[in-house]
């Protein structure tokens, strides 16, 4: 158990039987009346985000998530497979718990996957990742603005929008959470 007071981003509650996860919180104290904590929260399971406030102080009931480092192996079609970096020990995580991770996972790619009781709620990738553009429309002589943008398809086969410079075979950072370009990777 814990109050609202110690809420943080990321931390999973169990309120009516169902696990979500704080996506953000807010302490208010308003001119008149008591204090309390805005939230917004995902449902781990379903992935619907709501908004709840709590009286400041109250207790909610925290969640046991246990995090582990994992290598993303591989797709066998039905499942994506991970290993335990710890002990070796692989997991299978049905597509539909991986989510738009997918998108953005090479093979042997770090993760942190997090359990509870024995199941697998939700598998979190690093901010950023670099992938490498293996398919765009060529760029045009003079195309240095940040001015437009075109679609790329990267190793993975996510589509992500890129600056109309970039060219196939040019390594990019990827924001893992919105899917967008940050930055060119020289090497």
């Known amino acids: ?21 704080v996506v953000e919180f807010q ?13 917004k929260m995902k449902n781990v399971l379903s992935g619907k985000t709501i908004d709840k406030t709590f009286n400041a102080g109250v207790k909610v009931e925290t ?12 797709n066998d079609g039905e499942f994506f497979v991970f290993m335990d970096d710890d002990n070796y020990e692989q997991v ?10 997918k998108k953005f996972m090479l093979e042997g ?21 670099t992938l ?3 398919y765009t429309e060529p760029g ?13 398809t990267v190793e993975t086969g996510a589509e992500i929008q890129v600056p109309l410079f970039l060219e196939q075979g040019t390594k990019v950072k990827v924001d893992t959470r919105t899917g967008e370009y940050v930055s060119r990777v020289t090497e």
């Open 1 to 21: 158990m814990a109050t609202t007071n110690d809420l943080k981003n990321g931390m999973v509650l169990k309120i009516d039987n169902q696990l979500w996860q």
């Open 92 to 101: 299978e995580i049905p597509e539909d718990i991986v989510g738009d991770a």
């Open 27 to 39: 302490h208010v104290k308003p001119g008149k009346g008591p204090a309390f904590v805005r939230t």
């Open 109 to 129: 790619q770090k993760v942190i996957v997090s359990f509870n009781e024995g199941n697998v709620l939700f598998v979190e990738l690093p901010p950023q990742v």
């Open 63 to 74: 969640a046991t998530v246990d995090r582990r480092d994992m290598s993303y192996l591989y």
């Open 140 to 152: 045009l002589q003079g195309d240095r603005s940040n001015a437009g943008t075109k679609p790329a």
């Open 132 to 134: 490498e553009i293996t």
